[in-house]
């Protein structure tokens, strides 16, 4: 009987474990499927809003692109000044920023200036609630199972992407204005900050504000290379398809419904695919593709290859998640929202100087040569994937 009780106690207690990491892993993934939900209006209507609504020029659009993707370097600072606070409590708080400053853009004038005011609102909140879910995430998964557990929030979030899209879908079609919709993505946002409430607070960073560290050298220059990239396809993709070859707000959103899809579906299998054979071989992977969709914007002119490549650019961005799970191999737990903090800051250095570079260069030479950029970037990061180990050793200050 003496050894029974202790046996039953630590049952007990590895039940509480796991009911502990369901519960927060659940509200996690609640969360990022509210912000998938506003992300998907905003991502879905933005290409129409800005060319159709605004009727912004290229240069214009890499100006607010760029501005807004400066928040994500001022994130940096703010996130080191919270230090020592909950994440789940800095979450809800940044996701409420989110929600007002986007929901603003559905009461507001339709003119350049207001959108850039409330661009600087809630993409600053969004910049900070970033790194928190990978942070969290990586915080509740078990040992040997974080890709699979960066899959399981990263499909929650495609869902709710999906989600918004197909809301989207419907509210046009019943000839629903482009800002009326801004409104429900707010809301969203709203619900995302509410589903912070439920995640345990006791998950906080006790670490340094800052880490630099020599050793997290290839993750900030695949991070830089990755604001790069992503810039190219988030600011000029869709706008491309918009202004160059006449797609409609109808059409955006299918394909984009499309990318979504294929992302919940994909998100969990990936996840599980980076747990069993490593970073390495699925960034190479990613990063040959993008190579060669660059190109293919570059080149193409039939809309349906066209369309074509804007769905497989944006799902294969579910690879993309191995660059986080780089971080929990060879990061200890106190360092794993700093250091993601800091890769944040280093994609949105690349992320503010892109879109200004790449307008320019729309203006002047044309949209082939900014799409160009793009698969110099990705190139690049092929060549430094190399230098991720094979298998990179699981840190063995990793706290479970």
Request: charged share 10%; proline share 5%; hydrophobic share 55%.
């Amino acid at each position: 009987m003496e050894l029974e009780n202790p046996e039953l106690e630590l049952i007990a207690t590895q039940e509480r474990e796991i009911a502990h990491r369901t519960r927060g892993l659940f509200f996690v993934s609640l969360a990022c499927g509210a912000v998938g939900f506003a992300m998907a209006l905003q991502m879905g209507l933005n290409p129409n809003f800005l060319a159709d609504v605004l009727k912004l020029s290229g240069q214009q659009v890499g100006l607010l692109e760029a501005a807004r993707e400066s928040c994500g370097i001022f994130a940096l600072g703010l996130l080191a000044l919270l230090a020592g606070l909950g994440e789940p409590l800095v979450g809800c708080v940044v996701l409420v920023v989110f929600a007002l400053g986007l929901g603003g853009y559905g009461l507001v004038p339709p003119a350049f200036s207001w959108v850039l005011l409330l661009s600087l609102v809630w993409s600053q909140g969004l910049h900070i609630w970033m790194p928190l879910p990978n942070s969290m995430t990586l915080a509740l998964a078990e040992p040997g199972r974080a890709g699979r557990r960066l899959g399981q929030v990263q499909a929650a979030a495609a869902a709710g992407f999906g989600l918004g899209l197909l809301s989207a879908l419907v509210l046009s079609r019943c000839q629903v204005p482009i800002q009326p919709m801004y409104v429900i993505a707010g809301v969203a946002g709203l619900l995302g900050a509410g589903a912070c409430l439920g995640i345990p607070r006791a998950i906080k960073t006790p670490g340094p504000r800052f880490v630099v560290r020599r050793k997290y050298a290839l993750y900030y220059l695949l991070c830089f290379l990755e604001g790069w990239r992503k810039q190219v396809a988030i600011a000029f993709a869709g706008f491309l398809l918009v202004k160059q070859f006449g797609a409609s707000l109808e059409v955006m959103l299918l394909l984009q419904l499309v990318v979504q899809v294929i992302s919940y579906f994909a998100s969990r299998p990936i996840g599980k695919l980076i747990d069993r054979v490593g970073e390495r071989r699925v960034l190479t992977i990613y990063y040959l593709c993008l190579t060669l969709f660059f190109i293919g914007y570059a080149t193409l002119r039939a809309r349906w290859a066209l369309y074509s490549l804007f769905v497989l650019d944006n799902a294969i961005f579910v690879l993309g998640m191995a660059v986080t799970t780089y971080v929990g191999r060879i990061a200890p737990q106190e360092e794993h929202t700093p250091t993601l903090s800091m890769g944040v800051a280093m994609n949105h250095v690349a992320a503010v100087s892109m879109p200004l570079l790449g307008g320019v260069i729309w203006k002047v030479w044309g949209y082939q040569y900014t799409f160009a950029i793009g698969a110099l970037a990705a190139l690049l990061s092929v060549l430094l994937v190399r230098f991720v180990p094979a298998r990179a050793p699981m840190h063995e200050q990793r706290t479970t």
